[in-house]
């Protein structure tokens, strides 16, 4: 029985055998990521493989990620669950950091709506409150490319729970 680390070892010699050049950007792009959570720059998987970096403020929020393969579509635009996930990061980011201590939150709703796409080389997603609550903040997003393009627009509610160990 092969180890775990010896079937990775064998995907890769026949990945990079049969490998395209967009292959190699892309397995550099998540391994690069995967590398960057071990050495803890990112606490996330999802954040390290996006390239994900955020700036939170206590009223305002900006997460930003490199468009490339990794999260284009069959039409070589990002995916729109890509988008969804960082407003969601955003909003999901500024509202976790805005509970006491000892809370956090979890997403109740999110609705986006998208307005164009773009090919160009960063998404950055910008959060900020609607509603400040005890146990619900309401949140508003702008996504958009870094030309200042508008690509969606977001909103989402936010329950707050009790931190889990």
Do not use: W
């Amino acid at each position: 029985m092969t180890t775990a680390k010896e079937q990775i070892e064998q995907l890769l010699a026949t990945i990079l055998q049969e490998s395209s050049k967009e292959d190699e950007e892309v397995l550099l792009h998540l391994l690069h990521g995967l590398r960057d959570k071990q050495q803890g720059i990112h606490r996330r998987y999802i954040n390290a493989a996006l390239h994900m970096v955020g700036k939170f403020e206590p009223d305002i929020s900006e997460v930003r990620i490199p468009i490339t393969p990794v999260i284009h579509n069959t039409i070589k635009v990002p995916h729109g669950g890509i988008i969804a996930t960082i407003a969601d990061a955003a909003m999901g980011g500024l509202a976790s950091r805005a509970v006491p201590e000892g809370y956090n939150v979890v997403t109740t709703n999110m609705n986006i709506t998208y307005i164009a796409t773009t090919k160009n080389k960063e998404l950055i997603a910008r959060g900020r409150f609607v509603h400040k609550g005890r146990q619900t903040l309401v949140m508003t997003c702008d996504i958009e490319d870094e030309t200042g393009r508008q690509l969606a627009i977001a909103t989402g509610s936010f329950f707050v729970i009790q931190r889990r160990l």
